[in-house]
């Protein structure tokens, strides 16, 4: 193990010298560890803080160096956490991050995921896989008690944002959206293919927080138990049309000759309970969780945002601000910031009525009264 040693959050990390920085990274040397993940992290950290219970266990299904587990060890009081990985390489790591930080109720497990989710179960099952997760979920699920979290990432951003439509229709059977929407698209495609393999169990599930970032999407989702709960879930997938001559969104519960993109999770993306109690305190990227955590905590639960620039080039006016025009939105409905993007914003207004604020407020126009 060639290893160097960083302080992430409030806990010590032994890591590998040979690391990503920044982006998705690569697999190089033994053991995967980016540093640029440190904010993904930091999330866990604050919502098992705002959700979790004394005695809570944790798995960590694909752990690597034991980073999130010995975070969430360390930093989330009363947790019990179990840092699995099955690369036998990974576990002096894992265990020097024990050691480390003295950690009494983590330990390390050299154990193929889908054999140790089917004999023991958690109440939070943690799945961070390099690529996508599809292969994952069903043993995250039977690892999951009921009322547990399941917490599930996928870096495989080009098939769920679009660029590789042929993949994300093989891997996650859904039609992904290109353009201003990709990213959110590819968000809402990730939790509908959660929700499809929950209802197999008749599980439901109840989003607490989902988010796109950097070159990642990441849910977390409370199980809910039953086929009632299940059939509420699948209420909540749909499908979208997208004008590009109006830029009009419309949704239907089934794909028909109109409505062909999808489906998507067309529910909320966060708790407002959970997100409103979690806090950016002591985290690694202090500042920007705390600026995050304003855009959750303000964003509306409207599917489907609107893009300053996409609303630039279809009109032919130059973008105002965003907040002015949020603001002005307000006073015809609701509108709000969206964390997918620093120039999209929410709102439950009309295209139509959209464009009509939009032109109003862009700069050079007389704003109508």
């Known amino acids: 193990m060639t290893a160097t040693t960083i302080i992430e959050g409030s806990t010590v990390l032994a890591v590998p010298e040979n690391r990503s920085l920044r982006g998705p990274g690569t697999r190089g040397g033994d053991v995967f560890f980016n540093e640029q993940m440190a904010f993904n992290r930091d999330v866990g950290v604050m919502l098992l803080r705002a959700v979790g219970h004394a005695g809570m266990t944790v798995c960590d299904a694909m752990t690597a160096t034991g980073a999130r587990a010995a975070r969430i060890a360390n930093e989330v009081p009363g947790t019990r956490v179990t840092a699995n990985d099955i690369n036998p390489a990974a576990m002096p790591y894992i265990e020097a991050n024990i050691e480390l930080n003295r950690l009494a109720d983590c330990r390390a497990v050299n154990r193929n995921m889908h054999s140790l989710l089917s004999e023991e ?215 709000s910031r969206t964390h997918v993007s620093p120039t999209a914003f929410k709102t439950d207004l009309t295209a139509a009525e959209v464009k009509s604020v939009y032109a109003s407020v862009s700069p050079g126009s007389v704003r109508r009264g």
């Open 121 to 335: 179960s958690y109440d939070y099952v943690d799945i961070d896989p390099f690529g996508s997760p599809v292969p994952f979920i069903q043993s995250a699920i039977r690892g999951c008690r009921r009322q547990g979290i399941l917490a599930i990432t996928a870096t495989d951003t080009a098939p769920l944002a679009g660029a590789h439509a042929a993949k994300c229709r093989r891997r996650y059977r859904s039609e992904p959206v290109r353009g201003h929407l990709c990213h959110e698209g590819g968000l809402r495609i990730l939790m509908c293919t959660v929700a499809g393999e929950l209802a197999k169990a008749d599980r439901g599930m109840k989003p607490l927080l989902s988010f796109y970032a950097d070159h990642y999407f990441r849910t977390y989702v409370q199980v809910t138990e039953g086929a009632a709960a299940a059939d509420r879930t699948l209420d909540r997938l749909g499908y979208m049309s997208y004008d590009a001559a109006t830029l009009e969104r419309s949704f239907s519960r089934t794909c028909d000759g109109t409505h062909g993109l999808g489906p998507f999770w067309m529910g909320p993306l966060h708790d407002r309970g959970a997100v409103a109690r979690m806090a950016a305190d002591g985290m690694a990227a202090e500042r920007r969780c705390a600026k995050t955590l304003d855009i959750w905590n303000e964003e509306l639960d409207e599917a489907f945002h609107y893009d300053l620039s996409e609303l630039s080039s279809h009109l032919k006016l130059s973008p105002p601000k965003l907040g002015e025009l949020i603001d002005a939105l307000r006073e015809h409905g609701r509108a």
